[in-house]
RNA sequence: GCGCGAUUAGCUCAGUUGGUAGAGCAACUCAUUUACACUGAGAAGGUCGGGGGUUCAAGUCCCUCAUCGCGCACCA
């Protein structure tokens, strides 16, 4: 017959991947509008099925757990869109404001400069530029990947009407007292010189000097005796009998770090009577365990390490000392030679919060901020996977998020950082404590109004993105495509994203942003250590791709990757899945050698290898539904091999009757439509051999009944 | 400390409502130009981490212990 030469050499994925990923995007039909307007009759009537994909960080390059990410979804994606759902898959990037920022910052410190004292507008045109040409590389490397986005809905976290729709939602909540401005204890990153959220920092196990000191009668304990110079109150739990002679509020004189100073006894019910002495003085501007304390009782709070994480001018002959290191020993030294130490343990090991990017201790600090209330936008979010609203793919996740929602913290909505989306709040007379502040989009009327420097945290943006990227409550979009079906996204971002997306889609409109929350887990390399550039364990999505094609890779990242499991990737799996696509090239030849367009008439449903494929195919459809990828690929993979080519297409082959050829040609052409959303590239290139495809159509619309 | 996972063939992992264990890779035997050597046929390999319980029946459910991993919080 009339073989094309190409299927004479093994499959080639360089040959066929760009070109057939240009013929499906060119067709249009990643577009749900566009879907309509060519096949109404099967699209026309039909239900939506909307992903709003995560914006992938537009500050670097892709790698494998992106692959994983965009491969998951595309699966789903293009399966619905096969069943005949008007299909919206919504890609976008997110400025990832303090993740770019820090980027940004490696590489002005490279080039010798720093982001402190340039010129504001300078440096946000800076960043702006450098991350919208990062953009275009993600954006092409998820194409690479098949993704069969609607690119035409493409959305940045800075056009103008997200940003405009954020700065809206944080006046909404501010009138709806959901947001107040307050001087509160904040993770301070004295690096990066910003506050943090509580998911933003993480913690580390250091090795430290526990001291004991002696204030008058009382031994007190510390780990970090630089912070004590402001420090005139001692704490014991009111049931201590240890203290029973002090009364709450009683004073002392004792000699202190900077000579004799009143102390005040104060007793608290926070106090661990096991731990240490019982005794502790506290730092209110530097503890939020303190502050609570200090807060509750009225008292005094003092500044004592400034923001670059010095010793200020309460330190006296100190001051300027950098604070966690000479600041300790200086403090330390003039302790032990006015004799007040009582003893040192150099093993104390403790657990401190550091910035999850430099790894810089949290400094905390007393500072003016937006806070978000959370504790009654967790109880919706709480309902809403309680009730079912929201499904969790893997049961493990829903358990976090539902004790995370248990237990929530008010949220630090500012960043002193000017990557972002600017904070909509004017002042009057800043730097003063009480400031008389304005909420609103403009300048209010008068001179002396400035705008909050302050942008948004950014996951207060991307917290609202299905809303945001479907054009908030009013537009077309959000009423064809609102609420979605799925959110797919890396289990990292549990805490995050998804519980925020759930709060700002209930808050916004009443509605969960989406049903099914698939988190999956992290790629890992062939040994299931962490991928990470210091290791040199990374592999590249692109250059597997390269070597392997990108089926072969997609294959490799689903199967035996059981929803939310982390997953090892290793090279030899990625070859393993490249034989199994030429597998379904060497069919394709040999079918087309036997068959032709004659033979594409009806067949006979009762035919013993069609009834055994109606099975199979169920299979998979009822675990494509539930998400069960990896049981979905598997059972393709068996049946692709061992059931069609080791058995079927072996027995047809000695008996090659038209009534055979007909059953095994309809049976593959079968199996690349239930292949396609796993290797839509070997899949879709090869139905062009099968059928004219002007007339019939490209395999991504095809009926999977 | 609290929480969440994991522990199944040499390795990496599946195993959906309980019904006496599966895949890929590796290793072993055979076939030798076949649509496909990026191949085919075959065989081998596991007391499902330990212990206890529920059940006619447990890899699967419950309890407990051990080891590993992760997350959260904190003690000054």
Not at 129 to 152: C, H, L, M, P, Q
Not at 157 to 185: A, C, H, P
Not at 545 to 555: I, K, P
């Given at each position: 017959m009339n073989l094309p030469e190409k299927y004479k050499k093994p499959y080639n994925s360089k040959d066929v991947e760009s070109i057939v990923y240009e013929k499906e995007s060119n067709s249009g039909l990643f577009n749900p509008d566009v879907l309509i307007n060519t096949f109404p009759k099967k699209y026309a009537d039909s239900k939506t099925w909307t992903t709003i994909t995560p914006p992938p960080n537009a500050n670097g390059r892709l790698h494998a757990g992106h692959a994983l990410d965009v491969t998951l979804k595309d699966i789903s994606g293009r399966y619905k869109r096969m069943q005949g759902y008007q299909v919206l898959m919504l890609p976008g990037s997110d400025h990832a404001g303090f993740e770019t920022q820090v980027v940004y910052e490696k590489k002005l410190e490279k080039e010798g400069r720093s982001r402190f004292g340039m010129d504001r507008e300078k440096?946000?045109?800076?960043?702006?530029?450098?991350?919208?040409?990062?953009?275009?590389?993600?954006?092409?490397?998820?194409?690479?990947?098949?993704?069969?986005?609607?690119?035409?809905?493409?959305?940045?976290?800075?056009?103008?009407?997200?940003?405009?729709?954020?700065?809206?939602?944080?006046?909404?909540?501010?009138?709806?007292?959901?947001?107040?401005?307050?001087?509160?204890?904040?993770?301070?990153?004295?690096?990066?010189?910003?506050?943090?959220s509580d998911v933003e920092t993480t913690n580390k196990e250091l090795v430290d000097t526990f001291y004991t000191f002696k204030i008058g009668e009382f031994n007190i304990g510390t780990s970090r005796p630089e912070t004590k110079f402001g420090d005139k109150y001692i704490v014991v739990h009111p049931d201590d009998k240890r203290y029973e002679k002090w009364l709450d509020n009683d004073t002392f004189e004792a000699e202190w770090i900077s000579g004799p100073t009143k102390f005040t006894v104060i007793k608290d019910e926070s106090i661990d009577m096991e731990f240490g002495t019982g005794a502790m003085t506290i730092t209110p501007w530097h503890s939020g365990v303190d502050f609570l304390i200090a807060k509750k009782h009225?008292?005094?709070?003092?500044?004592?390490?400034?923001?670059?994480?010095?010793?200020?001018?309460?330190?006296?002959?100190?001051?300027?000392?950098?604070?966690?290191t000479v600041g300790r020993q200086k403090v330390v030294e003039i302790l032990r030679e006015k004799g007040l130490i009582v003893s040192e343990d150099?093993?104390?090991?403790?657990?401190?919060?550091?910035?999850?990017?430099?790894?810089?201790?949290?400094?905390?600090?007393l500072k003016d901020q937006w806070f978000v209330k959370m504790e009654s936008l967790a109880e919706m979010a709480l309902q809403a996977s309680q009730d079912g609203r929201i499904n969790f793919v893997s049961e493990q996740y829903k358990k976090v998020y539902e004790y995370w929602m248990k237990n929530p913290l008010d949220w630090n909505i500012s960043r002193q950082i000017v990557w972002g989306i600017q904070i909509p709040a004017w002042f009057k007379n800043k730097g003063e404590d009480n400031q008389e502040f304005h909420i609103g989009k403009t300048k209010p009327e008068g001179d002396d109004w400035i705008q909050d420097s302050d942008t948004f945290d950014t996951w207060f943006s991307s917290g609202q993105w299905p809303v945001a990227t479907l054009g908030f409550s009013d537009s077309e979009d959000f009423k064809r495509f609102y609420p979605t079906q799925l959110m797919e996204t890396g289990r990292d971002l549990i805490f995050k994203w998804v519980p925020r997306m759930v709060i700002f889609g209930l808050y916004l409109t009443g509605e969960v942003p989406f049903k099914d929350i698939y988190m999956h887990g992290m790629v890992l390399d062939a040994k299931g250590?962490?991928?990470?550039?210091?290791?040199?364990?990374?592999?590249?999505?692109?250059?597997?791709?390269?070597?392997?094609?990108?089926?072969?890779?997609?294959?490799?990242?689903?199967?035996?990757?059981?929803?939310?499991?982390?997953?090892?990737?290793?090279?030899?799996?990625?070859?393993?899945?490249?034989?199994?696509?030429?597998?379904?090239?060497?069919?394709?030849?040999?079918?087309?050698?036997?068959?032709?367009?004659?033979?594409?008439?009806?067949?006979?449903?009762?035919?013993?290898?069609?009834?055994?494929?109606?099975?199979i195919k169920n299979d998979i459809s009822k675990n494509i539904e539930s998400y069960q990828l990896h049981l979905a690929s598997e059972s393709l993979y068996q049946y692709v091999w061992h059931e069609y080519a080791d058995v079927v297409l072996e027995e047809i082959k000695k008996d090659l009757t038209d009534e055979n050829k007909k059953v095994l040609r309809y049976l593959f052409k079968q199996i690349l439509i239930i292949a396609h959303p796993f290797m839509p590239f070997v899949t879709e290139e090869i139905w062009s051999d099968f059928v004219d495809v002007e007339v019939n159509g490209l395999l991504l619309v095809q009926d999977w009944e």
């Open positions: 440096l946000y045109k800076e960043i702006y530029d450098f991350t919208i040409a990062n953009k275009d590389t993600v954006t092409d490397e998820i194409k690479r990947i098949g993704a069969s986005y609607d690119w035409s809905r493409d959305t940045f976290t800075l056009d103008d009407k997200v940003v405009s729709g954020v700065q809206n939602t944080f006046i909404k909540m501010y009138e709806d007292g959901l947001i107040y401005r307050g001087k509160r204890d904040c993770n301070w990153c004295s690096k990066h010189q910003t506050s943090l009225g008292l005094d709070m003092v500044q004592v390490i400034d923001e670059q994480g010095k010793l200020m001018d309460i330190a006296g002959e100190l001051k300027g000392l950098k604070a966690i150099t093993a104390y090991k403790h657990v401190v919060p550091v910035c999850y990017k430099c790894e810089t201790p949290i400094e905390p600090q250590q962490k991928m990470s550039k210091s290791k040199g364990n990374v592999l590249s999505p692109i250059d597997l791709a390269d070597e392997y094609g990108m089926d072969a890779l997609r294959m490799a990242l689903i199967v035996g990757n059981a929803p939310g499991n982390d997953i090892p990737l290793s090279v030899d799996k990625v070859k393993a899945y490249k034989k199994f696509v030429n597998k379904l090239w060497n069919i394709a030849r040999f079918v087309l050698e036997n068959t032709d367009e004659s033979m594409d008439g009806e067949v006979d449903l009762t035919n013993k290898h069609i009834e055994n494929f109606k099975n």
